[in-house]
């Protein structure tokens, strides 16, 4: 089957602006977690979903902030007000179930301009 | 407070040489590691796991090692190719936290 897939590869987007970044995990796969990574630099975790347990979100960095993930499956994480320190390549993963290997997306690298 | 970090930034080795990547957790509760291979341009791949009831496991080409006593991991590349370059990564999964990567390039 598919691996994880992430929309859009590249986003360009003006400083102050919403962004919206999608992910589709493997199908079956009840854990997705969000992930960003700055050039050069390791991943930093940011939102950890479980099933329909309440999502851990203790990485998010501010409340512009947020992810949902409907149905169990497609998630998305939006960015409100944009800021150039956001700019940075934002990685999904899935897990079958947590405590289990994760699958990574390609990821979408985000430009705030 | 907890974490997970990796010993060198980067390593450099000659192809045919072995490789060793060392990584230090905090969280003694964790009892599930996994080490991850990141290409250039891509999103990190499973290499190998390990779980807190074992010290060792081997792979294909690589072997982890795990010593709760001093909460440390490495991970072992038998006859490193250059295909093997990329950053590699260490996690304990128990809270999703990453270490920050080693680079290992491997000279022909």
């Keep these: 089957g598919a691996g994880v897939s992430q929309s859009p590869s590249n986003k360009v987007t003006e400083k102050g602006k919403d962004v919206e970044l999608r992910c589709?995990?493997?199908s079956g796969h009840t854990a997705l977690y969000w992930y960003r990574q700055s050039l050069g630099q390791g991943?930093?975790?940011l939102i950890y979903f479980q099933g329909n347990s309440a999502p851990d979100k203790s990485g998010l960095p501010s409340d512009r902030f947020s992810a949902e993930r409907t149905g169990g499956s497609v998630s998305t994480l939006t960015i409100q007000r944009?800021?150039?320190?956001?700019?940075?390549?934002y990685?999904?993963?899935?897990?079958?179930?947590?405590?289990?290997?994760?699958?990574f997306g390609p990821g979408t690298r985000l430009t705030v301009t | 407070g907890e974490s997970v970090g990796?010993?060198?930034?980067?390593?450099?080795?000659?192809?045919g040489d072995n490789s060793i990547?060392?990584?230090?957790?905090?969280?003694?509760?964790?009892?599930?590691?996994i080490w991850y291979k990141q290409e250039s341009g891509k999103g990190p791949q499973f290499i190998i796991?390990?779980?807190?009831?074992?010290?060792?496991?081997?792979?294909?080409?690589?072997?982890v090692l795990l010593n709760k006593t001093v909460k440390h991991l490495s991970l072992q590349i038998a006859a490193t190719q250059p295909g093997d370059?990329?950053?590699?990564?260490?996690?304990?999964?128990?809270?999703?936290?990453?270490?920050?990567?080693?680079?290992?390039?491997?000279?022909?």
């Design chain 1, 24 to 26: 589709d995990p493997i």
């Design chain 1, 43 to 45: 991943l930093e975790f």
């Design chain 1, 82 to 89: 944009t800021q150039q320190e956001d700019s940075a390549v």
């Design chain 1, 91 to 103: 990685l999904c993963a899935s897990s079958f179930r947590s405590l289990h290997e994760q699958y």
């Design chain 2, 6 to 15: 990796l010993h060198l930034p980067t390593l450099s080795v000659q192809e």
């Design chain 2, 21 to 33: 990547i060392n990584c230090a957790y905090s969280n003694s509760a964790s009892d599930y590691f």
């Design chain 2, 49 to 63: 796991d390990i779980r807190s009831n074992m010290d060792k496991r081997q792979g294909q080409r690589v072997t």
């Design chain 2, 85 to 108: 370059s990329a950053v590699y990564f260490c996690a304990e999964n128990r809270n999703m936290r990453f270490g920050a990567g080693t680079r290992l390039t491997v000279k022909p």
